[in-house]
């Protein structure tokens, strides 16, 4: 709920001349997401949530916000180019189509949509006004390892991608948890949720434009005191270039580890591999952004941590300025929220109910 990496500032624009603002602090991705923009050169000008206790926390990190009165009051001010949300998941659809009918931006954390009717409006709205509905993918935006790997595979270190097999185990930490986040209907499930990190990155990685689900499942394991909670998910997938992925999403961190979750990803191509153990190094001293690549002119190792930066960000507020698709383009955006609830609705439940 607080993972907000900092980076090096890395502005791609003047002071003001990109003003943002954040609203729906519901999760703490809301920082991370703010954090990246910030030390892109965008302006933070405005904070909103109906929680007052929330808004003052934020602006415990962010004392340049000024406190909105209400959502309306930002849609309102001509000079705000992007909202920035961590909306509760159910809710995050619906908000960024009054932020793109208002002519903002929209840049929402993860997952960016818990229905197929969601996804479908905003792709209307999208398409309709122009306006952007960028997501929080942060698992590779504001992982350095994940954004060296894409760099890596751009020229050609392991050849053309045919597997990437993506692990996304989480910590549950279940009293520190808001009572949404146990409510089915407002999280959207496991691989709703969660999974869309590496359903993305899976697209990303292996750069496919379309993909089938072709199994899936879900359980609650070790959690009946929450019954509408999901611990675990698997999902396979096979994309239209013939490339495969399976990944595992879980919130069974247990509490030795030294940080929330022991992300891995290991990219296969045709010409070498790569591995990516992104938050920690198990039973080591170095950290995260760890990097391992294996091709034909042998084994590299690479930690990346404070090394390459997150690009994304400057990339994005390019894009609104310039109205491109560099940092993502809209289709890779929905794709990835589309596969993400196909594979929550086909999922088959592996424990009695």
Known sequence: MTYAPQGKPAPVVQPGEFPFAAVALDHGHIYGQCNGLI????????VHDPDPEKVRAFLKQYPQARPAE????????????????AAIPCDRGPLGIRVMEAGKDYFTDKTPFTSLDQLERAWETATRTGRKYMVYFSERLH???AVFAGQLIAGGAIGRVIEVLGLGPHRLNAPSRPAWFFERA????????IASHQIEQFLFFAGAHDATVTEAAVANHA???YPELEDYGHANLVADNGATNYLRVDWLTPDGLRTWGDGRTVILGTKGYIELRKYIDVARDSGGDQLFLVNAEGEKHFSLAGQ???PFFGELILDCLNRTENAMTQHHAFKAAELCLKAQLQARRLDPR
């Open 223 to 225: 959690h009946p005191e």
């Open 143 to 145: 992982v350095e390892c």
């Open 39 to 46: 030390e892109a050169g965008g302006t933070l000008r405005y």
């Open 186 to 193: 407002k999280y959207g499930g496991i691989l709703c949720d």
């Open 70 to 85: 209400s959502l309306e009051a930002i849609l309102d001010d001509s000079e705000i180019r992007l909202v920035t949300a």
């Open 308 to 310: 390459v930066g997150f």
